[in-house]
């Protein structure tokens, strides 16, 4: 069983930059392939980018391509997303998700694991 804590969320304006980060505790977590999902008010939750287990392989919505950047570092297991260039439009509430794979998934349902999301609101 692995608990995801996110965190770094804010508000911010449009332009400017985030960084948010994701703690794994309960599981090995370089078992685990991870991704970013975002959800906003009405709309359902989509994807946003996704790494391997190794952070050799990363994936990314078109929306977001070019402005934020996935990372890991298993030995503190932490994720993190870089997001710059942020936009009204990536307002929304962002999750940390597990999957017990090597690859990683742009999949919700792929997902085993959760965490309890961090709010990010830009401001035009």
């Known amino acids: 069983q692995v608990q995801l804590v996110e965190s770094g969320g804010g508000l911010v304006q449009a332009g400017g930059s985030l960084r948010l980060s994701c703690a794994a505790s309960g599981g090995t977590f370089s078992r685990y392939a991870m991704g970013w999902f975002r959800q906003a008010p009405g709309k359902e939750r989509d994807f946003v980018a996704a790494?391997?287990?190794?952070?050799?392989?990363?994936n990314y919505a078109d929306s977001v391509k070019g402005r934020f950047t996935i990372s890991r570092d298993n030995a503190k297991n932490m994720v993190y997303l870089q997001m710059n260039g942020l936009k009204p439009e990536d307002t929304a509430v962002y999750y940390c998700?597990?999957?017990?794979?090597?690859?990683?998934?742009?999949?919700?349902?792929?997902?085993?694991?959760w965490g309890q999301g961090t709010q990010v609101t830009v401001s035009s």
């Open positions: 998700a597990a999957r017990l794979s090597t690859y990683s998934y742009t999949v919700s349902r792929e997902y085993d694991y």
């Open positions: 790494i391997s287990r190794s952070g050799g392989s990363t």
